[in-house]
């Protein structure tokens, strides 16, 4: 089961942080978490993932919970220009494919 | 930064002729896929590419579906009997590695069958 669960939306204002929580309650122990985003008329765009312990990058901060069954995106001020649908996957195992799901559609109010 | 880029960005087609969509992987990267997502719906897996072979497909990737690379840079999609179903966003993807490692997404040929 390659499904995670997300928030169909969520609302933040500009230069806020903001927590994209996502549910993958049946991760297997060798699944990575993974997270992109989708801006407007663009293709995915890689944003972070992680294994078992919190990563950061340029971009946001992955906290991932200590079982593993969900973890939350965080992005620590967020612009206009990170108004996008963020998708939470769990990838591993045996096959390269990535499966998306609706994702969460993050609006920012300026 | 190095990027994945795709040609045309547009195309339009009439039902039943071929279409060939082009991407151009980042250089470094040996893990090719290609994805679509059918207006207001979810990004689809097509298939996945290694070593000169197909590594993985989905359902949708019938017998009208065709990939290849044929030089050291392109990665192509040839579609060969086009339907009006087929019209979508097709996005063309790399990484470096399988499995754990990220994929790098291009911009998206849009696919219009009239």
């Known amino acids: 089961d390659a499904k995670t669960t997300q928030p169909n939306s969520m609302e933040s204002n500009e230069e806020e942080p903001v927590h994209l929580p996502c549910n993958h309650s049946t991760i297997s122990g060798t699944d990575y978490i993974h997270w992109y985003r989708q801006l407007p008329s663009q293709g995915p765009e890689y944003v972070i993932h992680g294994l078992t312990s919190n990563v950061n990058n340029r971009m946001a901060s992955l906290a991932i919970a200590e079982d593993r069954k969900s973890s939350t995106l965080i992005l620590h001020r967020a612009t206009l220009r990170d108004a996008a649908v963020y998708y939470c996957l769990k990838y591993g195992g045996a096959t390269n494919k990535l499966i998306f799901g609706t994702g969460t559609l993050l609006a920012v109010q300026p | 930064e190095p990027e994945v880029t795709q040609t045309p960005s547009h195309q339009v087609t009439q039902m039943g002729q071929e279409v060939i969509l082009r991407c151009v992987p980042i250089?470094?990267?040996?893990?090719f896929y290609w994805y679509r997502q059918i207006l207001g719906q979810k990004v689809e897996f097509l298939v996945s590419?290694?070593?000169?072979?197909?590594?993985?497909k989905s359902e949708i990737f019938d017998d009208q579906f065709s990939v290849e690379r044929p030089d050291g840079s392109n990665f192509t999609l040839k579609i060969r009997s086009t339907k009006l179903e087929d019209s979508a966003m097709y996005f063309c993807a790399s990484s470096v590695g399988q499995r754990t490692y990220e994929q790098y997404f291009g911009p998206g040929t849009r696919l219009t069958v009239t």
């Open positions: 590419f290694y070593n000169n072979e197909i590594s993985e």
């Open positions: 250089s470094n990267h040996l893990y």
